[in-house]
């Protein structure tokens, strides 16, 4: 803990996926940070003390009353004084006793006495990940400010595919370091960004949307705010929680939306359109369409507003940039609506690609530039391609 070097306390809790946490040490070591490490009871029956001890060259603690550094409490110096607490593998288990403010071992007393940033990079079965009582924990630590770098799916020890495998050491290495060496090439810009699917009322019970998770434009949203800007959300309907931290502008219909972007984005210096809103609205009836006595219903579907058409007036000197979710023709398509919409650049995903588009996790993107320069990126997290978009935003805001 000397200025200039950084320090990581690892927690590690008892799932099969604690012997990852030796390659997690190993690769924190190898980057330069100073890595003290302390096991639960159940997490040494995975992997040994010796193991960590070994790759950090300090003392690992296994109890309350283990004091390796002289003068110190470690149990409350360290939590207070490294630069992160990371707890990876976090079990259910542990999460639910940090969310409680349990203290009942050497690990949860740590996290419970952590004053330094946290970062939990759970592993468990799936249906314990899935549990609303894991889930209303997460949601819980998450607005309590703690980090969380997401499970993965895939394969599990206990036979099963689902989330909940320990998310990748590189992924996790990411999240590290991005709480670690904060980037924040866009403080203090006000940025609005539109997320989710609009939803167009047919009768009082029925609507039209479609299939915009939020997933995209949350991971914009906080990436961005990560790296300093001061994040406002307009957003529609979302399949997942928001990030914390940001205003949040919720909406309904295409009209609501138009309505919130014209408002909002006064103070904005860019404008992020990631949201999905429809292209076409009903007139909606008055009351529920009864079945009874009809053959079927013929639904007139008018065209909606153009949100980033409609706010050009109110662009002049912003950097705007669109998504282009398109499934065919796919740069012919998209080359029009950067032209048509008047964007700085277009974030064209093919939407019917295996992990690209609406409801996934990943995304396979392309930017294209008026200038006619054209860069493709592979699969990757939509936290990764929030950061590339970004990348570019610093460019074009100086
Ligand atoms: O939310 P996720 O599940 O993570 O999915 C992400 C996403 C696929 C929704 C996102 O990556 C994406 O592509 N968002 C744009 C969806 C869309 O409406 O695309 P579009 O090609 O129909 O529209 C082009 C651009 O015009 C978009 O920036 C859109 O926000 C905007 N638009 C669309 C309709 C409309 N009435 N007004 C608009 O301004």
Redesign the pocket.
Known sequence: MQSGEKSVLLLVSGSIAAYKAADIASKLVQSGVKVYTALTDSAAQFIGAATFTGITGLPTLTSVFDEPFEGKMSHIHLPQNVDLVLAAPATANLIARFTQGIADDVVSTMLLAATSPVLIAPAMNSAMWDQEATQESVRTLKQRGVHFVEPAPGHLACGTEGQGRLATTDDIMEAVNRLLYPRLDLAGVPILI????TREPIDPVRFISN???????FALAEAARDRGAIVTLVKGH??VDPPTGIEIIPVET?AEMLKAVEQAIGPAQVFI???????FEPIPAEQKIKKSGTDGVTLQLNP??????SIAPLAEGKVII?????TENLEE?ALQ?LKA?NLNF??L?D?TAPGS????DT?AVTLLFPDGEKRVYPTQS?RKVAEIILDEVVGLVG
């Open positions: 539109s997320v989710g699917a299939r915009s998770s939020g997933k995209m434009g979302t399949e295409i359109s990631a949201a999905a809103p429809a292209d909606a507003p153009d949100i980033l058409k669109g998504f282009a979710a398109e398509y609506k919409k277009i974030v995903n939407v588009g609406f409801g996934t995304n939509k």
